[in-house]
């Protein structure tokens, strides 16, 4: 069992920015990959960026290519995505969660999620 917290989310307004946390506990052993989901009211849940652990080698959906960067502190099981230049359409509830796998984009892949944290983004 690996159990996930993400923090850091608020209300910032478009052009603003936020880093997002997320801290991995428990069998954190048999994690791989991380990464950053985000899912807004009434719609699927998304890929926004990925990690490799050990070698730190990252993934990005291409609407945030340029504006977020995950990166991931091994020594302390942790995972942020600093979020810069945010427009509305980055408001949604952004879940970080941790596996094996090796699809990056399928939330199937991903064994453990957190609660979320949401990020509201005003005009």
């Known amino acids: 069992q690996v159990h996930l917290v993400e923090s850091g989310g608020g209300l910032v307004q478009a052009g603003g920015s936020l880093r997002l946390s997320c801290a991995a506990s428990g069998r954190t052993f048999s994690v791989s990959t991380m990464a950053w989901f985000r899912q807004g009211p009434g719609n699927e849940r998304e890929f926004v960026a990925g990690?490799?652990?050990?070698?730190?080698?990252?993934y990005y959906t291409d609407s945030v290519k340029g504006r977020f960067t995950i990166s991931r502190d091994n020594a302390k099981k942790m995972v942020y995505l600093q979020m810069d230049s945010l427009n509305p359409e980055d408001t949604a509830a952004y879940y970080c969660?941790?596996?094996?796998?090796?699809?990056?984009?399928?939330?199937?892949?991903?064994?453990?999620w957190g609660q979320g944290a949401q990020v509201t983004v005003s005009s």
């Open positions: 969660p941790a596996g094996r796998g090796s699809t990056w984009t399928v939330p199937n892949e991903y064994a453990y």
């Open positions: 990690v490799i652990m050990w070698s730190g080698t990252t």
